[in-house]
């Protein structure tokens, strides 16, 4: 049930304004479709001066097609949440991770509000994601992960949140969905002229995953997909990560591991190489 009253913050008037403008739909037309709020309402909620009803709120999503989590989850929050799970992951702090991740997943199950679930939900799937890729342990539900594959389905804009957001839960989503999302992003990205270090990373991330669960074929089609996009040219990052990914494709056809050896040996970046022994390492249980 909703709280009475209850207002979506207007620090999102903003950033639903740029879901509107790149949907070129005016104010006008959109309160019209709405039915129940006026142009000016809707216009002072987007410079930032006002709340907007929970009521008129989902109605404007509904009528835009558009989900939750493209527009709702607090950006600095998430951040925050983010720097702490980073944090235990790289301590390889694996009680402390799931502790954080458990804490994250009851104020989800306990939240009511729809719009605060989505954010908890957010939260709550990066840090499972990173405790997953940790101890290869799943603490949530078939019933979580489909809220969580049902928020990504009805994406259909890629700002740089939802494409990092994607690259940190895809442990949570199953093969098609990661393919078929995958692919979205990359159809978003192929005609522009430079294309972020946060879409490789997130594209990269998904191959690697379907390498994991023996799905290659469907790697090797978001790889050469990803390979002509229009990095940036001192992108060293992404064209090593590239690299990799071919090595270990390789491995899975071939079952060579000497040109994986070869690679890793000539990384300077001990960091990477460790990261990167451990990745060899769930794929050559393949």
């Given at each position: 049930m909703k709280r009475r009253n209850a207002k979506i913050t207007k620090t999102i008037g903003p950033k639903f304004k740029e879901i509107r403008k790149e949907a070129h739909i005016s104010l006008k037309e959109l309160a019209k479709k709405v039915g129940i709020v006026s142009p000016s309402t809707l216009s002072r909620w987007e410079r930032g001066e006002e709340g907007l009803p929970v009521e008129i709120f989902e109605?404007?999503?509904t009528t835009m097609n558009i989900s939750y989590n493209e527009i709702i989850a607090n950006e600095v929050e998430v951040k925050q949440v983010m720097m702490k799970i980073e944090l235990l992951y790289q301590k390889?702090?694996?009680?402390?991770?799931?502790?954080y991740a458990t804490q994250?997943?009851?104020?989800?199950?306990?939240?009511?509000e729809n719009y605060l679930r989505l954010e908890l939900l957010i939260k709550s799937t990066i840090a499972v994601n990173f405790y997953i890729d940790l101890t290869g342990i799943d603490i949530t539900n078939k019933k979580?992960?489909?809220?969580?594959?049902?928020?990504?389905?009805?994406?259909?804009?890629?700002?740089?949140?939802?494409?990092?957001?994607?690259?940190?839960?895809?442990?949570?989503?199953?093969?098609?969905?990661?393919?078929?999302?995958?692919?979205?992003?990359?159809?978003?990205?192929?005609?522009?002229?430079?294309?972020?270090v946060v879409v490789s990373i997130s594209l990269l991330n998904a191959v690697f995953v379907l390498i994991k669960r023996k799905t290659p074929d469907k790697a090797k089609i978001i790889?050469?997909?990803?390979?002509?996009?229009?990095?940036?040219?001192?992108?060293v990052?992404?064209?090593?990560?590239?690299?990799f990914m071919k090595v270990l494709l390789n491995y899975v056809d071939a079952g060579k591991e000497y040109p994986i050896r070869q690679f890793l040996d000539s990384l300077d970046d001990e960091h990477l190489k460790e990261s990167w022994i451990f990745a060899t390492k769930q794929i050559r249980f393949f």
């Open positions: 109605k404007l999503l390889n702090d694996i009680d402390g991770l799931k502790n994250l997943l009851n104020e989800y199950y306990q939240e009511k979580y992960k489909m809220s969580l594959t049902k928020q990504f389905e009805n994406i259909n804009y890629w700002f740089k949140k939802e494409i990092i957001l994607f690259g940190d839960v895809q442990l949570l989503l199953d093969n098609s969905t990661v393919y078929e999302l995958s692919r979205s992003l990359i159809s978003k990205m192929y005609d522009k002229s430079l294309v972020e790889l050469n997909a990803t390979v002509h996009l229009n990095f940036p040219k001192n992108d990052v992404t064209k090593v990560r590239i690299k």
